[in-house]
């Protein structure tokens, strides 16, 4: 696939050098770009979900039932995802008819101004029902900042990527959100430690919203210095212009691969948000296991998720995408009892080891995901359609899991059945895997 045509160079769009050692150098950029603000965003939701597992639940919905009060901070994180979707066609419609680049920075700048409003709340204490309402406003605000970063991230690092080397250059990316959990640990940790946890819950959860403005500012400013996706660029110059409703035209055109789409990276949000969400809250409530010890359990195995990302890419460009998921799949859905179970045992050591091996069987899932769905559509359509495939799967599989998970743990009181949960919907990722073509030979221009 040449870089650039030209026509393209006659009507002024610009043109990436060909040499491979630039198209790498330039790659290399976007990509680490990519990632930094993925990572941003990703601090920004992981902030929120830990600080829905341990205050926003009594700081906003106050009621004399501790579980009635996180329920409802779950319902939060819930509305988020369920926003996510307006994302997909917001910013979707924006990277596939105006640009990559665009949709990318337009979606952290939303993210930005909903986080530090989170920070600046008052409480319900404070201003009553005003309070909740305003918070689920600024959650929903951040669902639809999400639903246009993920497409857009791994998208402007695949279609620079060099031949094939879609796949790694992708995954760089899908180091954001274990790193931007990892990033918000490491804010809440020593914040925990010093303001107490009474002094957490009474001022000190704003903090790390608050300190998310320095980041958002440097995000920005990475995302600002790099270039649109040449692909998109080319299609631009040929005049092969995205309909008016791509998300319309997608289901029109594609509903098959999307179904399936969704159901590939179905089991693994379940995995990871059970893992990095609903733990955090169930762990010391249900089972007296200290906070400080959740939190550090789910780091290691955030870190973990993090160390094994690239070399996950690397095997599904060697082998293809396809082999690399199965084989996660299969084993999330084998090792999610014994993973979830762990935590009946009460013991950091075991937790930590059972979680840690479950989130690098969810990276086999999860890396190659990025450059798959991607590979799934065309060019014209494949923001919308990597996007909403992965949006729609992270909502039902991710954004729900912790209230079903509250529900399933209310009526038979034990982490197996989060195991059960979790292995089921990997058994159904690994049935839509199988029934969806290999894509790494697939030309990135079409």
């Not at 909903?114 to 204490?125: D, R, W």
């Not at 404070?126 to 497409?151: D, H, N």
């Not at 973990?304 to 890419?313: G, H, L, N, R, S």
Request: proline letters at 7%; aromatic letters at 10%.
């Amino acid at each position: 696939m040449s870089e650039t045509t030209s026509d393209a160079a006659q009507a002024g769009v610009t043109t990436t050098s060909t040499t491979p050692a630039a198209r790498k150098s330039s790659a290399s950029r976007v990509a680490v770009a990519s990632l930094i603000g993925t990572i941003i965003e990703y601090y920004d939701f992981a902030v929120y979900g830990t600080a829905a597992a341990l205050v926003l639940g009594p700081a906003f919905f106050p009621s004399g039932n501790a579980t009635l009060s996180t329920l409802a901070a779950f319902l939060t994180v819930a509305a988020a995802f369920v926003a996510r979707p307006l994302g997909v066609v917001v910013f979707g419609g924006i990277g596939d008819r105006v640009g990559r680049k665009r949709a990318l920075f337009l979606s952290l700048v939303l993210m930005g101004v909903s986080t530090v409003g989170v920070g600046l709340l008052p409480t319900y204490e404070t201003a009553g029902l005003m309070a909740p309402v305003l918070l689920v406003v600024l959650r929903l605000l951040q669902g639809v900042s999400m639903g246009g970063e993920w497409g857009g991230a791994v998208l402007l690092a695949a279609e620079h990527a060099p031949p094939g080397r879609r796949a790694l250059y992708a995954s760089i990316p899908q180091a954001g959100p274990p790193l931007g959990f990892l990033l918000s640990s490491a804010v809440i940790l020593p914040t925990l430690a010093i303001a107490g946890r009474d002094g957490f819950a009474e001022w000190a959860w704003r903090i790390p919203f608050l300190l998310s403005t320095a980041l958002i500012v440097v995000g920005l400013w990475v995302r600002s210095r790099i270039a649109e996706s040449p692909v998109f660029d080319e299609r631009s110059a040929a005049d092969a212009a995205a309909p008016r409703f791509p998300l319309g035209a997608l289901v029109r055109e594609h509903p098959r691969t999307l179904l399936l789409g969704v159901g590939a990276a179905l089991g693994g949000s379940a995995m990871y948000y059970l893992a990095t969400v609903y733990s955090l809250s169930y762990g010391p409530t249900a089972l007296g296991i200290p906070q400080p010890t959740m939190l550090t359990v789910t780091s290691i195995a955030a870190a973990a998720d993090v160390a094994v990302t690239v070399p996950v890419a690397l095997a599904a460009d060697r082998f293809g995408r396809r082999p690399v998921m199965l084989a996660g799949a299969a084993g999330c859905a084998l090792w999610a009892l014994p993973m979830f179970g762990s935590l009946e045992s009460r013991d950091a050591v075991l937790i930590t080891a059972a979680f840690t091996v479950g989130l690098v069987l969810f990276v086999m899932m999860f890396a190659p995901m990025a450059a798959f769905l991607p590979e799934l559509f065309p060019t014209r359509l494949r923001y919308t359609g990597a996007s909403a495939a992965f949006i729609l799967a992270v909502t039902l599989g991710g954004g729900f899991a912790p209230l079903v998970a509250t529900w399933l743990t209310s009526h038979w009181q034990s982490p197996f059945v989060l195991g059960l949960y979790a292995g089921v919907l990997c058994l159904v990722s690994l049935g839509c895997v199988l029934a969806l073509p290999e894509t790494r030979d697939r030309d990135f221009g079409a």
